[in-house]
């Protein structure tokens, strides 16, 4: 048990180093060997868990759809833009998800594997139709084409925040894309009760720790 955490850990530390290479430099510019320093660890313990680049980038990308630090809550749709805040909120500090994102819009890196962004798409639809079932969409909401729209412009307003010279917060610019979607999507009751305020994520992941703590 013992040496499969440490393999877990090892396979951890290679995934972060290839992240934050990968997020500072593009797929093309990055090497084994500034992974490898990065990581601290040899070329032997690299290859036993990644046996090249491209494993690598694929390892980070497995990493990026992730719901960790969503909880149920009364509404589906809550859960939604909780998972779209957390996100932003996320992303400057953690290099594993800004490195899928780099990624992403490389071409070079997208036309050997592809993207994650189906796959955000996909766990965006299942929610909205377990909501547009409980009757918190309105009617004529498509669940898929609005998750697909989501993903869309969540990504667009990433990529202008990050390129300006003095960039805005990027949770309170997803904040505020909610405030423009979802009185278009959502019935004015279950509107009136979702929060989407930009500090939200933050409150969130605080009590995510406090509970881990105790």
């Known amino acids: ?6 393999a877990i850990r090892t396979r951890r530390i290679f995934l972060e180093a290839a992240a934050e290479v990968f997020d ?5 510019a990055a090497t084994i060997a500034a992974i490898l ?96 079932e409980r009757g918190e969409l309105l009617p004529h909401v498509d669940p898929e084409a609005t998750s697909r729209l989501l993903v869309g412009a969540w990504t667009g307003v990433q990529l202008v925040t990050e390129s300006m010279s003095e960039p805005p917060d990027l949770v309170s610019e997803i904040s505020a894309l909610f405030e423009l979607i979802l009185p278009n999507a ?3 009751g279950v ?15 605080e009590e995510n720790r406090v ?3 105790s």
């Open 186 to 188: 959502v019935v004015p």
């Open 191 to 205: 509107l009136a009760r979702l929060d989407t305020s930009p500090h939200r994520a933050e409150r969130i992941m």
């Open 24 to 28: 500072e430099h593009g797929y093309d």
């Open 37 to 132: 320093e990065r990581a601290g660890l040899t070329r032997g313990a690299l290859y036993f868990h990644f046996t090249s680049k491209e494993e690598l980038a694929r390892g980070v990308l497995q990493e990026a759809v992730t719901s960790d630090g969503v909880s149920p809550q009364t509404f589906k749709l809550q859960e939604w833009v909780d998972i779209a805040l957390l996100l932003a909120y996320r992303l400057p500090r953690e290099p594993m998800l800004s490195a899928s994102i780099r990624l992403s819009i490389d071409p070079r890196a997208r036309s050997l594997f592809g993207t994650r962004w189906p796959d955000w798409i996909s766990l965006g639809a299942g929610l909205l139709v377990e909501a547009k």
């Open 211 to 213: 509970a881990a703590a």
């Open 1 to 6: 048990m013992a040496r499969q955490q440490r």
